[in-house]
């Protein structure tokens, strides 16, 4: 399914939905994200409530399978300062598949700004819930704890 806006929310159904409105968004942010991952639990799970810190810097998912906590990105580094809050769609439910996206400085692969995009299991709204500047070093790296 293409993105689909109904009143001032887009829904889609897959992740490539997530990842175009996470790129729209980090176009219009002016730090066009180019690299990406979908989140995905040990136990092979790919649902999870997020809650996050962008002050601090910080994001948590927590897998609505096996119950286990994630820090995403480099998250743990910035544990000490955070107050994560729970993330909630528009229909109040708070269990979503998560596509992180970051932008890198020109010319490196070092990540610049980091996103967190979230699609609602329940309605299929897609959007970015959480974003904020991320000196976190390599993007690959990074993006393989999300």
């Not at 996206?101 to 490196?108: K, W």
């Amino acid at each position: 399914m293409a993105l689909t806006k109904k009143g001032e929310f887009w829904y889609g159904t897959t992740s490539g939905d997530t990842q175009a409105e996470l790129r729209s968004y980090s176009v219009a942010n002016r730090h066009e994200a180019v690299r990406f991952a979908s989140s995905q639990c040990d136990c092979g799970c790919r649902t999870f409530a997020l809650q996050t810190d962008e002050e601090a810097g910080v994001a948590i998912r927590t897998c609505t399978d096996c119950g286990q906590d994630h820090l995403m990105g480099d998250s743990a580094d910035h544990m000490d300062n955070a107050a994560p809050e729970a993330h909630e769609c528009v229909c109040e439910n708070e269990v979503f598949e998560l596509v992180s996206g970051v932008s890198v400085h020109e010319g490196t692969h070092d990540v610049r700004w980091y996103y967190i995009a979230c699609h609602c299991v329940e309605c299929n709204l897609v959007g970015v819930f959480a974003d904020w500047q991320c000196e976190a070093g390599d993007a690959a790296t990074f993006l393989a704890k999300v």
